[in-house]
């Protein structure tokens, strides 16, 4: 965004910033799962397999309750942890330990499935708007069989940050401006942000260069990294390449994205449905448990 890279003021660190690019564009692919829901699934798709340690990311979104309606009755997960970040509309969850929670709008729920859970989360409405993200995260071998553990997050527990002008930034995860998120204690150290931009707001956000990461524009467009940007529409995600630090603009429109990032784990990686773990035989393993109800 900045017009001449060189005349960036170098008083305000002993480091200079690496500013990331945008290394790729990818959208989504308009799938269904659960008992029928109809989603976008952008990570976790023939066009964008994982970021690591992403595995996948789902936009639902629709005012159509046959869209949504019959939910996601009991499954089950084992090996990463489940993101839920409702945007719209009320989504109930409940799981075989007797954990029960209700995800209403602005609300996050941070699941650490571990070793194994059996859980539901099913539309808490009949009609209107249901909106969302969930993000898979990858757990680290050591973490993989830990215990299951809930960050049930309501709204008013996140904060919510304005760096500039014209931007406002909910931090639901890492550190903005010296403020924290709510999320703690998860081994890929992640930053999940909320950016809201009016027309022709500038944002600076600093990402650890550690991490690596994706912007996902969800409302309006946005002209993400920094030099040669690259301008995403709704429905776009941008993978980021390396560097400690995100340029977004907003264009002749308000912009609305999501800006995630994490430490890759670096580690091999079995998908098999809901299980994700490290080898073919872990993932027998979890299916031989879930079969005979050890989950
Ligand atoms: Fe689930």
Not at 66 to 92: C, K, Q, W
Not at 147 to 160: K, L, V
Not at 195 to 207: M, N, T, Y
Not at 209 to 220: D, K, P
């Amino acid at each position: 965004m900045t017009a001449n890279a060189s005349a960036r003021p170098s008083t305000d660190s002993a480091v200079s910033r690496s500013p990331r690019q945008v290394q790729r564009i990818v959208r989504g692919r308009p799938t269904s799962d659960g008992a029928g829901v109809k989603l976008t699934r952008v990570i976790g798709q023939p066009d964008l397999d994982m970021i690591d340690p992403f595995l996948l990311l789902d936009e639902f979104r629709s005012d159509s309750a046959g869209d949504y309606i019959a939910g996601f009755p009991e499954h089950p997960h084992r090996g990463f942890e489940t993101v839920t970040y409702m945007l719209a509309g009320r989504m109930r969850h409940g799981d075989n330990q007797g954990n029960r929670g209700l995800l209403t709008p602005g609300s996050v729920q941070w699941m650490t499935a571990g070793r194994g859970i059996l859980h539901s989360e099913m539309p808490e409405q009949e009609n209107g708007l249901m909106w969302g993200f969930q993000l898979w995260v990858n757990l680290p071998a050591r973490d993989k069989m830990t215990a299951p553990r809930y960050q049930d997050i309501a709204p008013e527990s996140i904060p919510e940050v304005s760096p500039v002008a014209g931007a406002r930034v909910r931090v639901i995860a890492g550190t903005l401006n010296g403020v924290s998120g709510p999320v703690s204690g998860i081994a890929t150290e992640p930053v999940y942000l909320d950016v809201r931009l009016q027309q022709g707001a500038i944002v600076e956000l600093p990402l650890p260069s550690t991490h690596r990461g994706f912007a996902y524009v969800y409302e309006g467009q946005a002209l993400v990294g920094d030099g040669v940007s690259a301008n995403l529409v709704r429905g776009d995600l941008g993978v980021l390449g390396n560097g400690d630090s995100l340029e977004i603009a907003a264009g002749d429109a308000p912009a609305r994205l999501i800006v995630v990032a994490g430490k890759p784990l670096n580690e091999p990686v079995t998908k098999y449905g809901p299980f994700v773990m490290n080898t073919p035989q872990q993932i027998a393993q979890a299916v031989e448990d879930f079969r005979a109800g050890r989950f």
